[in-house]
């Protein structure tokens, strides 16, 4: 499958069976906590807003401009 996908086989097989990403995967999971992240889908925007559960197209609309009118202030 992974070369249907367009993907490396060799290459997905060392991720699969290596722990590379183990450190990552344990840091995300650890920032997750303390986002309070119970449930997904979860989404995080800037570090700063988030969006849990399926909402509107709307919701995530209000969060993107918040940021980029934020981001316009830097």
Do not use: C, H
């Amino acid at each position: 499958m992974s070369k249907e996908a367009g993907l490396n086989s060799d290459e997905v097989e060392k991720v699969l069976s290596g722990s590379d990403f183990g450190n990552a995967v344990r840091q995300d999971f650890i920032e997750a906590q303390q986002l309070g992240v119970r449930g997904v889908p979860f989404f995080v925007f800037n570090r700063k807003y988030a969006i849990s559960g399926a909402q509107p197209a709307d919701e995530f609309l209000k969060v993107l401009e918040t940021v980029e009118s934020e981001m316009k202030l830097v």
